[in-house]
């Protein structure tokens, strides 16, 4: 989402202007962020020769598919070439099938992306060869098309809420001084990057050591205003969560989660009530079972996570390997001696755990600059 698309092989041949189109059609997809998920982030141009007659994106969960926004839009594209981001889908859902409205409107040629990994919504690509509409996708690997609409593609396999972790540190590796005092370490730019993350993302996730130094509103505040705002999920498992605490004090979207042991969960729950929901969550190790948690999550409806540390939780979630893709905003200040560690080693002398050293993981965008800090995103491999 925030580099050029990598549009590989596949079946058939892109001329270069054909790789244009797909690519602006995939980019113009983007601006859906946070506004159309569970649903995937679509785009579509409608192109005849040279001409570009129109484009669209899935701009609203449950409303119009880029295609047939793209082509109801136009009186006549007979003769003309659809490029999609994503495969057309041949499934009546809250919307009519896709591949319906391409055939009654003329298009001679589609050109697609990346696969539909729906079950119920594939079949789209058939569906259109069999009534002369000549199809060239898809083009390239699943893991560049799981980067673009990385949620959407694992819930389609089933596999529970999808995961990402965000920290912001140093470049001597740490994300606070000694003792855990709040500071700013990356500029505003970095800030507003992150608040556009929020957005498209149906929770966010943080330990007890960040909710206490910082009682952050966990809230999205930028540009991007998300459909259904993110729900806090704060980790309590010693029960010292008050209804003093922003997060909890939000006036709009769902209410907040706080997660604590069963023991503790009756009396916070109690001392909550009105602005919180609690969840009991059994202990694993020193801290929560947290693939536990991510299941309560998951049957809560929520799909995908934005953790945003701290260091001991983003330890945990990378040795869990719970954690699908990595933003490390790297700002260019040297913390020192002291200074809390994005990964903490937990005992003296012990080398770095094998989840820290991310062995096949993948950089699946270059990486971008916000003012002066450096944002890197990894994917976990399969």
Same mark, same amino acid.
């Given at each position: 989402?925030?580099?050029s698309?990598?549009?590989?092989?596949?079946?058939?041949?892109?001329?270069?202007a054909?790789?244009?189109?797909?690519a602006?059609a995939?980019?113009?997809?983007r601006?859906?962020?946070g506004?159309?998920?569970?649903?995937?982030?679509v785009?579509?141009? @409608?192109?005849?020769?040279?001409?570009?007659?129109?484009?669209?994106?899935?701009a609203?969960?449950g409303g119009?598919h880029a295609?047939?926004?793209?082509?109801?839009?136009?009186?006549d594209v007979?003769?003309a070439?659809?490029y999609?981001?994503?495969?057309?889908?041949?499934?009546?859902?809250?919307?009519?099938?896709?591949t319906e409205?391409?055939?009654a409107?003329?298009?001679t040629?589609?050109?697609?992306?990346?696969?539909?990994?729906?079950v119920?919504?594939?079949?789209?690509?058939?569906r259109?060869?069999?009534?002369?509409?000549?199809v &060239?996708?898809p083009f390239?690997?699943p893991?560049?098309w799981?980067?673009?609409?990385?949620?959407?593609?694992?819930?389609?396999?089933?596999?529970g809420?999808y995961v990402?972790l965000?920290l912001a540190?140093?470049?001597?590796g740490r994300?606070?001084?000694?003792?855990?005092k709040?500071?700013w370490?990356t500029?505003e730019?970095?800030?507003?990057?992150?608040?556009?993350?929020?957005?498209g993302?149906?929770?966010?996730?943080v330990?007890?050591?960040?909710?206490?130094?910082?009682?952050?509103?966990?809230?999205?505040?930028g540009?991007?205003?998300?459909?259904v705002?993110?729900?806090?999920?704060?980790?309590?498992?010693r029960?010292?969560?008050?209804?003093?605490?922003r997060?909890l004090?939000?006036?709009?979207?769902?209410r907040?989660?706080?997660?604590?042991?069963?023991v503790?969960?009756?009396?916070?729950?109690?001392?909550?009530s009105?602005?919180?929901? @609690?969840?009991a969550?059994?202990?694993?190790?020193?801290?929560?079972?947290?693939?536990?948690?991510?299941?309560?999550?998951?049957?809560?409806?929520?799909?995908?996570v934005?953790?945003?540390?701290?260091?001991?939780?983003a330890?945990s979630?990378? +040795?869990?390997?719970l954690v699908?893709?990595?933003y490390?905003?790297?700002?260019p200040?040297v913390?020192?001696e002291?200074g @809390?560690?994005?990964?903490?080693i937990?005992?003296?002398?012990?080398?770095?755990?094998?989840?820290? +050293?991310?062995r096949?993981?993948?950089?699946?965008?270059?990486?971008s600059?916000?003012?002066? &800090?450096t944002?890197?995103?990894?994917d976990?491999?399969?």
């Amino acid at each position: 989402m925030i580099a050029s698309p990598r549009i590989g092989s596949g079946n058939g041949r892109l001329s270069g202007a054909d790789r244009r189109f797909l690519a602006r059609a995939i980019e113009r997809g983007r601006r859906g962020w946070g506004r159309v998920h569970p649903n995937p982030m679509v785009g579509a141009l @409608v192109v005849r020769g040279e001409e570009v007659l129109g484009e669209a994106f899935h701009a609203e969960y449950g409303g119009p598919h880029a295609e047939v926004s793209a082509l109801s839009a136009l009186d006549d594209v007979r003769g003309a070439t659809l490029y999609c981001s994503l495969e057309p889908c041949n499934h009546r859902g809250k919307t009519a099938p896709c591949t319906e409205a391409i055939l009654a409107s003329g298009i001679t040629r589609v050109v697609f992306w990346a696969a539909e990994p729906g079950v119920e919504q594939s079949g789209g690509a058939e569906r259109l060869r069999s009534r002369g509409v000549v199809v &060239d996708g898809p083009f390239g690997k699943p893991s560049e098309w799981a980067a673009e609409n990385p949620a959407f593609f694992r819930n389609a396999s089933g596999r529970g809420p999808y995961v990402a972790l965000k920290l912001a540190v140093s470049v001597d590796g740490r994300i606070a001084p000694a003792g855990g005092k709040r500071v700013w370490l990356t500029g505003e730019e970095s800030r507003r990057e992150v608040h556009r993350l929020r957005a498209g993302f149906d929770a966010i996730l943080v330990g007890r050591r960040t909710w206490e130094a910082d009682d952050p509103m966990l809230t999205a505040r930028g540009v991007v205003v998300p459909r259904v705002p993110p729900v806090a999920v704060l980790l309590d498992r010693r029960g010292r969560a008050s209804i003093g605490l922003r997060a909890l004090r939000r006036r709009s979207g769902p209410r907040s989660i706080v997660a604590t042991t069963p023991v503790g969960a009756g009396p916070l729950a109690r001392r909550l009530s009105g602005c919180a929901d @609690v969840v009991a969550v059994p202990v694993q190790g020193k801290g929560l079972d947290l693939a536990f948690l991510m299941e309560v999550l998951e049957a809560r409806g929520v799909s995908s996570v934005l953790c945003e540390g701290g260091g001991v939780l983003a330890a945990s979630l990378l +040795r869990e390997e719970l954690v699908d893709r990595l933003y490390l905003f790297v700002a260019p200040v040297v913390v020192g001696e002291g200074g @809390v560690p994005a990964f903490p080693i937990t005992q003296p002398g012990e080398c770095a755990p094998e989840a820290f +050293r991310f062995r096949g993981w993948k950089s699946v965008v270059d990486p971008s600059r916000f003012g002066n &800090d450096t944002l890197i995103v990894l994917d976990r491999g399969d």
